[in-house]
């Protein structure tokens, strides 16, 4: 009788379904001496959970606090800068030589820019070639329509 309550409670137990007071009875039976030859692997288990149980930590652990960063103080200096890069930043003004420096470089990029649009003209003519070429594959499907229905 006791032995097929204890497996009912086994099953009960694998399915998650026992309460707290069953496995205190699981619990006391295995830790018993005797146990069924069949139920023998649970008993290990069982204590082993009886055993944890009273286990404690007792190591202390090192605290350590991080050096937090103060962001107002962050932000405000950000500010500062700031204001100090625009301040230098106007008193810098446009020289003529810079003016001169900057129309010839827009002029050499102007030559430049003409000399591959000139390029690019004298090939377009491969752009024609590639046309033909894709009407031509047309005609050949034409030529053959057995293979255009597998297709």
């Known amino acids: 009788m006791v032995l097929n309550k204890i497996e009912q409670l086994l099953e009960k137990y694998e399915n998650g379904e026992t309460t707290l007071k069953e496995e205190a009875q699981l619990k006391d039976y295995?830790?018993?001496?005797?146990?069924?030859?069949?139920?023998?692997?649970?008993?290990?288990?069982?204590?082993?959970?009886?055993?944890?149980q009273h286990e404690t930590f007792n190591k202390q652990l090192p605290l350590k606090t991080k050096n937090r960063i103060n962001y107002k103080w962050l932000s405000v200096a950000a500010v500062i800068a700031l204001m100090v890069g625009f301040y230098f930043n106007q008193s810098q003004t446009i020289t003529e030589q810079d003016k001169l420096d900057y129309a010839q470089a827009k002029s050499y990029l102007q030559l430049v820019s003409k000399t591959l649009n000139k390029g690019t003209n004298q090939v377009n003519y491969l752009n024609v070639i590639n046309k033909a070429g894709t009407q031509?594959?047309?005609?050949k499907e034409i030529n053959n329509p057995i293979q255009r229905i597998y297709k």
């Open 30 to 52: 295995f830790s018993n001496a005797t146990v069924a030859p069949h139920l023998e692997h649970y008993k290990a288990m069982f204590t082993y959970f009886s055993v944890n």
């Open 136 to 139: 031509v594959d047309y005609l």
